[in-house]
């Protein structure tokens, strides 16, 4: 089959970032192709390009050799490019037909024809093997049915590129099968198939090539998937480029743990998880996306239901019932990996974003609080964290990512805690800032403080954690003392990666 | 000159030289009168309610929330003071102060609907605005109440400096409402919740107490009113509070208040309040039509909201800009 689409030099900048860099993609009928990268790797913002949410910046979007480009995402539709996105984007209340026919409403004198819109969604759910009532509320289906809907939806607009993004996050392993004998009933048709996934075992059983993302850059470009490995992708994935750099080597001294997780079993979906974690060290958790580590954390602290086993902090059993317990009774601080939605008041001053965990401490009589005093607390930390601003009063929505993240830090180190959680402490921000947080944490653990840091990021890692744990499907599968040796690290964790436990496919 | 230039770009800085060119143009048009003793002691009397009302929903808003129960919950506790002291002879003191707690405890309750059920405080104040105009009805049926003592009503007789009481408490209110947000704890943490609920939660701080507060503070605001009622106004009927919905929101949308919470202006407020009781004043003057006031106010919230939706978006775009210059 001929190539259908084809991405020549594609880049796209945000400010402070280069989300995409030169990226070249091509896509033929017929074919399955799996788009892989970490987070942060540039394929949403790839996928948002080719579905008209972004527009092209430099570089060229090629559809039968044609260059395109999207002023909307209903302009990508017509031109025959569908897509299903992660989250779901039907209208609960509404029939499967009439999600099917929504972008095209079949019409008669200005009026719906109904009749002809059950015809078409018929159509394109027979296409497709499926066995759902079209007049069914969609509400009424199964998450994996409300999947396989969107790709009919998708196919009912005469799509000839479908792209699929990460359709299996939220389905079961059978659910998934049937997925993927309609993407081979697809590609029998001829249509052509961008697949985006975490799952390395579901991209080498349904794609034919690869092309995978790398800080922006495209490091396999449509290649055979049949030319690599597992590892040889993984590794792909990762990188490796910032493990030469600096090697700042230190010793943690045995002691009793600060933070111990004892055959913790939670709602999430752990079971009998353990961990212990002492003063001085850096933990690190790592895992693929997705491999249960935030949601761990999130557990202990109070924001998923604990089902069974014991949490000790400083070798007291204890509950942790809310960030507000873990805080104010524990010392323990949370910083969070989406700090736009989660970790910062955007309209709200640096000087407050940093106080708002101490001003129980700083309150005086009758719960007032000076600015003064929030002020000197902010600019303490902004000097001893290098934050680059012009004033403690500015909003930190007016912040650079890089700085953005450190007053999210700030707060938490302005309230003494001796626990610090610190979740993917680099994504989106460049790679000097990145290197500076990095001493930064060391820093810290220097000082006597506990971190548990968790990262996908390979090469982050090794740089700073002094043990590393990994993580895979909410478990456990390796445990290893850091050499710092990026060749020996990369190696046995991967190797853990891929021997642990192989997928329950529930 | 940063710092002026930063006061002049407030919406609380247009709505002060809107005010003061809006009352120069009617007092010049009326040839004076408006200058005169009796008209600003009766343009600074029926100010009263509209401030407090504006406070009272402000600090719902703050948390992202709505109260639709103003009118009921001042209305009810109006009535509530007026039988006390009619029906039950109780001392004057006694029946306002209950008033006022009742006033409050109907926030209270609204806010620990909200938590407990998880509903919006907009159905939940839905459902007390319904409630508690029973409650007024029941209080008073349709009487007016006006056989309380007279030294209530003298109270809102009171001037100083031709400045009426009712006034005086109303602007006592909102300095005291305007320090609590520059420099209290719990109305940092009600802030915090309505700017961002998320990051909140994982800064330690408990947003359903600063639902259940704000709501309760809004209570207490209209507490406050529905003293100011009483005092200002010969009787209490059942018609006391039911036309305090609209202006209760129009001040601090105007103000800039952000209906997603987060953000609270209180002079702003207060500034708005003036400004929509001159509108009042001017239908009196020339005589218009009392639809066109509420057209006018209508269309000023409408253009507000607007207005500010745009300066918002113009200082995202700023913002992104900004962003960029810092990371090179």
């Known amino acids: ?39 942060g790797a540039g394929k949403s913002t790839l996928i948002k390009i080719l579905t008209g949410v972004y527009q092209t910046e430099e570089g060229q979007v090629l559809l039968d050799g044609e260059p395109v480009s999207f002023d909307s995402p209903l302009a990508a539709t017509k031109s025959g490019i569908g897509v299903v996105h992660q989250e779901r984007n039907l209208i609960p209340y509404f029939t499967v037909a009439e999600n099917i026919v929504l972008q095209n409403q079949p019409q008669r004198r200005g009026l719906i024809d109904a009749a002809q819109r059950r015809e078409t969604a018929q159509k394109a759910l027979d296409s497709l ?118 090697k700042r080597f230190r010793t943690v001294e045995p002691g009793e743990p600060v933070l111990e997780l004892k055959e913790l079993t939670t709602q999430v979906g752990h079971t009998d998880v353990s961990l212990a974690l002492q003063a001085g060290e850096v933990l690190g958790l ?55 939605e989660e970790g910062l008041f955007l309209d709200f001053s640096i000087n407050r974003n940093i106080a708002v965990t101490v001003w129980r401490r700083l309150q005086e009589i009758l719960g007032i609080i000076r600015h003064e005093k929030e002020t000197e607390v902010a600019e303490r930390f902004v000097e001893r964290l290098g934050i680059r601003i012009s004033s403690v009063m500015q909003l930190a929505g007016n912040l650079s990512g890089g700085n953005q993240q450190k007053v999210s830090l700030a707060k938490w180190l302005a309230a003494d805690t001796e626990i610090i959680i610190i979740d993917e402490p680099t994504v989106g921000i460049d790679v000097r800032t990145k290197a500076n947080f990095h001493e930064l944490i060391m820093d810290l653990a220097d000082e006597g403080m506990a971190v548990l840091l968790i990262s996908s990021d390979l090469p982050e890692m090794v740089a700073i954690a002094d043990r590393i744990m990994v993580m895979r499907d909410y478990k456990f599968v390796g445990e290893f003392p850091n050499s710092k040796d990026y060749a020996e690290m990369s190696t046995k964790v991967m190797d853990a990666i891929h021997s642990g436990s192989p997928r329950q496919n529930a | 000159m940063k710092y002026l230039k930063k006061r002049v770009r407030t919406t609380e800085f247009s709505l002060t030289v809107l005010f003061i060119a809006g009352f120069i143009a009617l007092a010049s048009t009326s040839g004076g009168v408006l200058f005169s003793d009796q008209s600003i002691r009766s343009f600074l009397t029926y100010l009263a309610i509209p401030i407090l009302i504006g406070l009272a929903q402000m600090v719902v808003l703050a948390v992202g929330q709505l109260n639709l129960a103003v009118g009921a919950m001042g209305g009810a506790a109006a009535a509530v003071m007026a039988q006390m002291m009619v029906a039950l ?37 839905l459902g007390t605005l319904t409630i508690l ?35 005086v408490v109303a602007i006592i209110t909102a300095v005291i409402l305007s320090w609590f947000f520059r420099t209290h704890v719990v109305a940092r943490k009600i802030l915090a919740t309505g700017a961002n609920p998320l990051a909140a939660r994982l800064s330690g701080v408990s947003n359903p107490l600063s639902v259940f507060l704000a709501h309760t503070l809004s209570g207490a605001l209209l507490g406050i009113a529905a003293i100011v009622t009483i005092t200002s106004l010969g009787g209490i009927n059942r018609s006391i509070g039911g036309d305090w919905l609209l202006s209760s929101f129009a001040a601090p949308i105007i103000a800039g208040v952000l209906m997603s919470g987060g953000v609270v202006a209180v002079y702003g407020t207060v500034m708005a309040a003036s400004v929509i009781r001159l509108v009042d004043i001017a239908r009196a003057q020339y005589s218009l039509d009392p639809s066109v006031i509420n057209f006018t106010i209508g269309t000023v919230v409408l253009s507000t909201v607007a207005l500010s939706e745009w300066r918002r978006r113009r200082s995202e775009v700023k913002r992104q800009k900004h962003v960029e210059v810092d990371s090179e």
């Open chain 1, 129 to 246: 093997g499926l066995a759902i009532d079209p007049d069914e509320i969609v509400q009424n289906l199964s998450v994996a049915q409300m999947q396989l809907v969107e790709i009919a939806k998708a196919l009912a607009t005469e799509t000839r590129v479908l792209l699929l993004d990460e359709p299996t996050a939220s389905i079961s392993g059978s659910e998934a099968k049937k997925l993927f004998e309609v993407v081979a009933t697809l590609k029998a048709q001829g249509t052509a198939i961008l697949f985006v996934s975490h799952k390395l075992e579901e991209v080498f059983e349904v794609c034919d090539t690869v092309t995978v993302l790398r800080d922006g850059e495209s490091v396999i470009e449509s290649s055979p998937l049949a030319d690599y490995s597992h590892p040889q992708i993984v590794a792909a994935m990762v990188g490796r480029q910032l493990a030469e750099r600096t």
């Open chain 1, 286 to 340: 790592y895992g693929l996306v997705g491999a249960g580590r935030s949601e761990l954390l999130r557990s202990v602290l109070g924001l998923h239901p604990i089902v069974s086993g014991e949490v000790f902090v400083k070798g007291k059993a204890t509950t942790i019932r809310d960030m507000r317990d873990a805080l104010h009774k524990h010392r323990i601080g949370y910083v969070t990996e989406n700090r736009k």
């Open chain 1, 1 to 39: 089959m001929s190539e259908i689409l084809k991405v020549a030099e594609l880049s796209k900048s945000f400010p402070g970032v280069k989300a995409l860099s030169k990226v070249n993609l091509s896509l033929r009928g017929g074919e399955v192709q799996a788009l892989l990268g970490e987070n």
């Open chain 2, 133 to 167: 105009e029973g409650v007024q009805y029941a209080l008073v049926r349709s009487f007016t109440i006006d056989g309380y003592p007279d030294a209530v009503k003298d109270f809102g007789k009171i001037v100083f400096f031709n400045v009426p009481s009712v006034f």
């Open chain 2, 89 to 125: 002879n109780s001392p004057i003191w006694v029946a306002l102060l209950a008033g006022f707690l009742a006033a409050t405890l109907m926030g209270a309750l609204n806010g620990l609907l909200v938590v407990v059920t998880g509903l919006n405080g907009f159905i939940i104040t």
